[in-house]
């Protein structure tokens, strides 16, 4: 890889890591990374392609296996950038697709919240949905 190209690379990597928005901290998105990852597997959260996931995965597998110290025993610097490189684009990919996530489950939320503060039936004590007026303070109810 050339020097530009790993400039480039490492400048968007910190761009996603430093996450301009500041909306999303770092360590919400690194725990995040589980969730999503299980979120996907149920099948709750389309917006993770498969491919991508076993892209992940693949290059976890990669990292950790034994088959990738070879290249570090006979080559040590380029046996190790071939690993950092991996890291990288991991790391890149994880918490970019997390804080979407985080945003994902965030709309989630406050649409379960607002749909259930809407349902029809409701009792909240309003006058005209249920027939009372309010609640004395002593948990019973007064009719209008």
Known sequence: MRKANRAAAGAAAWRVIQNTDGDVSVWKRAGAVPRMIGAKLRGRYPELST???????????????????IPELLFLLPG?????????????????ESERFVRWERRNEAQQAFQQANRPGRDDGVPGQDGYAHDDGRGTRQRR
Do not use: E, H, N, Q
């Not at 491919?51 to 110290?69: E, N, Q, R, T």
């Not at 950038?81 to 918490?95: C, F, I, N, Q």
């Open 51 to 69: 491919a991508k996931l076993l892209g992940m995965l693949a290059l976890v597998a990669y990292i950790l296996s034994p088959v990738d110290f």
């Open 80 to 96: 190790l950038a071939d690993d950092v490189g991996a890291a990288v684009w991991l790391t890149t990919v994880a918490l970019g």
